[in-house]
């Protein structure tokens, strides 16, 4: 199917104009979609702490810091 559509369009070549009015509404509707995409709101942090400031990790770090050398790395 996509093989018959590039024939179709070596057999219909586009003059300058068409050509031109064709990217002109592809521009356009380029624009658009830029626009909503910054109109959308940006999540925002509401709280939530990071993996390195998880509580589970501190307890790690705070019981290795405390081994004495002889714990299993």
């Known amino acids: 199917m996509y093989v018959s559509y590039l024939l179709y369009q070596t057999q ?5 104009q068409q ?8 521009g356009e509707l380029a624009a ?4 909503l995409w910054h109109s959308l709101p940006r999540p925002r942090n509401r709280g939530h702490r990071g993996f390195r400031s998880a509580p589970e990790i501190e307890m790690l770090s705070q019981e290795h810091a ?6 299993a790395a």
Request: with cysteine.
């Open 32 to 35: 658009g979609i830029e626009r």
């Open 12 to 16: 219909h070549t586009k003059t300058a």
């Open 19 to 26: 050509q031109r009015e064709e990217d002109i509404r592809a």
């Open 66 to 71: 405390a081994c004495s050398g002889q714990c």
